[in-house]
């Protein structure tokens, strides 16, 4: 009875634009047990709903928003909700987790999951209110910003949530993000598919209880988990300088900060976009997921040359409109990162496009009458016009509203070579060259380069955590399983919703008491990792059945060139190690030399049908 | 022993987690529903979070009382408490609470009670943005 007792919403909705009918489907709990709830939900409906063969940006593909299990719960940090579609960057799966308030709202309207079909005539919006639905005209809102849209409907609907496109998604910016009170469901471009769905926004007002299975107990966890959260040692750093606080030690005791289109791995020029700089300046206080009790959030004021706020900056955008793309003005890169929110696209993507093109412009590639400015490393007035071209798609910002895979493919004489992307999502600030599991995870994750489906990172980086230990970052040795553990583990955070800043203090075990707590039911380790196991496997037949080949999967041209300065000088990933590697994964996750999930392990995990 | 005692709000410091409206429902209700909270945060802009929350007569004249027909909204060792018995949710105390910090849900009202002197949202409060005042 984990269903009827417990945190569930208890049902699926099913809404398509294009007829605007709804359609509402119980969930069981044989249904709930396997697969959790977030992830787990988005895994089953991606393979179910979503044909492989859709176009991106065409009405055949589906937009899928699931909240985590333990979103509407008092579960600390376990208010994430994650947004699926198949991805116009990558071709292939795509997915977002955000720590918005729109999944609460989902759950509280009484869903567990919402599937969004069909493309909407005229520029709409989704509002439901408990059990009622309604596509409304949104063409008032279209060319309006993220948080015009999201204060207009308020305006109008009241007490809504909502979750909203701003015009990166409208002109269909391939890395177009889905906003929702200044929290994203960020890479991959899920809000370009909100955009061609002609869906402006989901505003979301719930006013259902959300019941847990046993109060009592749950208060008392609340308690425990709370004083845990408070007392660790991650509180007052994330308090006090957000997820940019070991900037300083990425930067020169691991040399893997990388800097200018990665052709370094340490920022000399980084004082000022270093957050023991600009957050005693310009943080005024921290911000917060829906159910955190360890912020890590900024609400920054910009003050000088620019004027503006944002939640931020946090620690890959500080990396990709700043060290990426030569940029020390901590100013000019708050008011890229503003932008970016207001227009709704992935700083890491921008970020990422912007420094290809500067590495172009420098090495000849491209000219200024092609830019139509100047374009140089460290320029960072021009990274906050580039992020306007971008997102208006004006100029040169059409062909980098591409990403640089098919910019490079565009742009020709040989511009793939400075193309930094792995299966065409630009990667994360994290120098693999010297972090070499790390290097691997970029090319297993299911969305492309991406540090959070593994979150290897803190593992590789400090030799330790979890079952592991000793782990050499410099060594391409026994990355394999280390990668598909990570994975596994890190797929039960987003099927629960729990945020993964919290993986040192929650572990695993945390969760037997959690879901006993709000569920009813208690699961060990062992069974949650093969829930885990089951949800990884899941993204990756979705890739497969969209094409997904061995053969795609590689790191970039400059991995290949040594890191030339820093800690880590001279490390890089050779082509042998990058192989082996990916073998080595194979083989820990039970697939065949190709890649391709066996049927024993399919039947293993139960999930057999959906490879037919 | 709660004459004069009340939850001061600090917005400066509200991050905008929610958790206090959690905890709140949790604590008095078993459930987890904003609805039922008797503190609610308004998010006013990217850098701006508001708590509201009752203050038992510190800014206000308890008009909450005085305008309740129905003996529903009665004081009691210096605070106002709902007797959920006789209230009929007609709206009367949340248009008279001249700070906002009465809410009406599913034709009951919902407010500050100081949980038995155990505050829970000022005990869960991470950022320290809620204190017990006495």
């Known amino acids: 009875m984990v269903v009827e007792e417990g945190c569930y919403g208890g049902k699926i909705l099913t809404i398509d634009l294009s007829t605007k009918e709804g359609k509402r489907q119980k969930i069981g709990d044989s249904f709930a047990l396997k697969y959790l709830g977030g992830d787990g939900f988005g895994a089953y409906f991606m393979n179910t709903v979503v044909s492989p063969k859709a176009d991106a940006l065409g009405d055949e593909n589906a937009i899928i928003l699931a909240p985590g299990l333990f979103v509407g719960t008092p579960v600390p940090t376990g208010g994430k909700t994650s947004f699926f579609a198949k991805s116009p960057l990558t071709g292939g799966w795509g997915e977002g987790v955000m720590g918005g308030r729109i999944g609460f709202a989902l759950k509280q309207a009484g869903y567990d999951c919402l599937i969004i079909t069909g493309k909407a005539e005229k520029p709409s919006y989704l509002h439901i209110c408990d059990d009622e639905v309604k596509v409304k005209s949104a063409e008032h809102l279209w060319g309006k910003s993220t948080r015009e849209t999201s204060e207009e409907i308020k305006k109008d609907e009241g007490s809504v949530i909502v979750a909203t496109i701003g015009i990166g998604g409208e002109n269909l910016v391939r890395y177009a993000v889905i906003d929702c009170e200044e929290r994203q469901a960020g890479r991959g471009g899920l809000g370009a598919v909100m955009g061609s769905k002609n869906l402006k926004a989901i505003a979301i007002e719930g006013n259902k209880d959300i019941k847990v299975a046993d109060p009592e107990k749950m208060m008392s966890l609340l308690d425990k988990w709370y004083n845990e959260m408070i007392n660790h040692p991650s509180f007052e750093a994330d308090g006090k300088y957000g997820t940019g606080e070991f900037l300083e030690w990425m930067n020169t005791e691991r040399g893997t900060f990388p800097t200018r289109n990665w052709r370094e791995g340490v920022f000399d020029e980084r004082k000022e976009i270093d957050p023991y700089y600009w957050a005693p300046r310009y943080a005024i206080k921290n911000k917060a997921c829906i159910q955190c009790t360890k912020p890590c959030g900024k609400a920054f004021v910009i003050k000088g040359s620019y004027e503006g706020m944002l939640d931020g900056v946090e620690y890959e955008t500080l990396f990709a409109l700043g060290s990426n793309c030569g940029n020390a003005s901590i100013e000019a890169l708050a008011k890229a990162n503003e932008l970016c929110d207001l227009y709704g696209i992935d700083t890491i993507s921008a970020g990422g496009a912007i420094g290809f093109a500067m590495d172009l412009y420098e090495n000849g590639i491209l000219s200024k009458e092609e830019v139509g400015m100047e374009l140089h490393f460290g320029d960072g007035d021009a990274v906050v016009s580039m992020v306007e071209k971008i997102a208006r798609r004006e100029g040169i910002g059409d062909i980098l509203a591409e990403g640089v895979k098919k910019a490079a493919e565009k742009i020709g004489k040989g511009a793939d070579k400075y193309a930094v992307h792995v299966r065409g999502m630009e990667p994360p600030a994290y120098d693999v060259r010297a972090i070499k599991g790390m290097g691997l995870a970029f090319m297993t994750s299911p969305r492309g380069a991406c540090h959070l489906r593994s979150g290897a990172y803190a593992l590789e980086l400090t030799g330790k955590f979890w079952k592991y230990e000793g782990v050499d970052r410099l060594s391409a040795e026994n990355k394999g399983k280390e990668i598909a553990d990570m994975e596994n583990f890190m797929a039960v955070y987003d099927a629960l919703g729990v945020c993964k800043f919290s993986r040192s203090i929650f572990l695993l075990e945390a969760f037997g008491d959690l879901l006993e707590a709000t569920i009813g039911k208690r699961m060990g380790e062992d069974e949650l990792l093969i829930i885990g196991e089951r949800i990884c496997n899941l993204k990756h037949i979705f890739n497969i059945k969209c094409g997904w080949k061995k053969e795609d999967v590689k790191l970039p041209a400059k991995i290949r060139e040594p890191i030339p300065e820093g800690v880590s000088k001279g490390s890089f990933i050779s082509e042998k190690e990058e192989k082996k590697m990916l073998q080595d994964y194979f083989m820990a996750r039970g697939w065949d030399k190709k890649g391709l999930p066996t049927k024993e392990k399919l039947k293993e995990l139960e999930i057999e049908e959906f490879m037919q | ?134």
């Open chain 2, 1 to 134: 022993m709660h004459d004069s005692m009340y939850v001061k709000v600090i917005p400066e410091k509200c991050c905008g987690c929610m958790v206090c409206e959690i905890v709140c429902s949790m604590y008095h209700w078993d459930v987890v529903n904003p609805n039922r909270s008797a503190i609610r945060v308004e998010k006013k802009s990217v850098v701006e979070d508001i708590q509201h929350v009752c203050t038992h007569g510190k800014e206000c004249n308890f008009e909450c009382v005085d305008a309740c027909k129905f003996e529903a909204m009665i004081k009691k060792n210096g605070m106002a408490v709902v007797d959920y018995e006789k209230c009929t949710g007609c709206k009367a105390c949340e248009k008279a609470c001249p700070i906002h910090a009465v809410w009406i849900f599913e034709k009951k009202a919902y407010k500050c009670d100081l949980c038995n002197g155990e505050t829970m949202c000022v005990k869960h409060c991470s950022q320290n943005a809620l204190e017990i005042v006495r």
